[in-house]
């Protein structure tokens, strides 16, 4: 348990740090600009067919998923980098088991995309 006073300051202070990991995400890791654009395309797509408030509810839970997996995903691999800029074959299971974490709601994402997107796109 923290013993420190409760500070208004420093919890404005974790938002701005929280705020300045979204930034280093979106602006400054290529993954990360691919999953904002995809972000962006399906909700554009999502706006576009008037979607349910579930639909939407799926959609955006989906959308969190994946950014939220590929966002750890890129602090493991940061900090698996400075544990050990060399090949180890622990690093390698971390790391791989990462980004699995990644694929399973990029998998996720896709047959949920496509539950909802296909029927609206095809009728
Ligand atoms: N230090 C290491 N030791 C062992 N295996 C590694 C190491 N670094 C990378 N690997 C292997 O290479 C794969 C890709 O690692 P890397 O860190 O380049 O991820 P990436 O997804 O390609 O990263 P980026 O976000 O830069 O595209 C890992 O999943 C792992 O199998």
Excluded: Q
């Excluded at 404005?12 to 395309?41: C, E, M, T």
């Excluded at 839970?61 to 900090?79: H, P, Q, R, T, Y």
């Amino acid at each position: 348990m923290n013993n420190e006073k409760f500070s208004i300051i420093n919890r404005i202070k974790s938002f701005k740090y929280a705020f300045n990991g979204l930034k280093l995400f979106f602006v400054l890791d290529h993954n990360g600009r691919v999953h904002l654009f995809a972000a962006i395309v399906a909700i554009g797509l999502s706006f576009y067919l008037k979607l349910s408030a579930l639909e939407w509810i799926a959609i955006l839970g989906v959308i969190s998923a994946v950014i939220v997996a590929e966002i750890l995903n890129s602090a493991i691999e940061k900090l698996a980098d400075v544990v050990s800029p060399d090949f180890h074959p622990k690093i390698k299971v971390v790391k791989d088991l990462a980004a699995a974490a990644v694929l399973v709601t990029a998998f996720l994402a896709l047959a949920v995309g496509a539950i909802i997107f296909i029927p609206k796109l095809l009728l």
